[in-house]
């Protein structure tokens, strides 16, 4: 069985950066997709960007110039680069893997923006 740990979160003032990472154990490192959600206070969970096996990506609208999306497969890991940060981008970021046809979720980890 899987297990996937964000770490990175935190407070940053409105144009700033955080990377977060995404660690996975307990298992195989080869996953088909891998991707980053979040759910802001009061709203529904939503994709932010996801990659796949052969390194394509896909961002969501509200992100896409802002954030990059990266994995090492070597390290089993994955990471999200986040740049020009606003205010709605507050919300628990979540890690997520796939291999078909399992999913698996990290536990989440706070991304705060000041204005």
């Known amino acids: 069985q899987v297990r996937l740990v964000e770490s990175g979160g935190g407070l940053v003032q409105a144009g700033g950066s955080l990377r977060l990472s995404c660690a996975a154990s307990?298992?195989?490192?080869?996953?088909?997709?891998m991707g980053w959600y979040r759910q802001a206070p009061g709203k529904q969970r939503e994709m932010v960007a996801t990659?796949?096996?052969?390194?394509?990506?896909i961002y969501a609208t509200s992100v896409k110039g802002r954030f990059t999306i990266s994995r090492d497969n070597a390290k089993s890991a994955m990471y999200l680069q986040m740049n020009s940060l606003n205010p709605e981008d507050t919300a628990v970021y979540y890690c997520?893997?796939?291999?078909?046809?399992?999913?698996?979720w990290g536990q989440g980890t706070q991304v705060t923006v000041s204005s």
């Open positions: 990659v796949d096996s052969a390194g394509n990506t």
């Open positions: 997520n893997a796939a291999l078909f046809p399992w999913t698996y």
């Open positions: 307990g298992s195989g490192s080869s996953f088909n997709t």
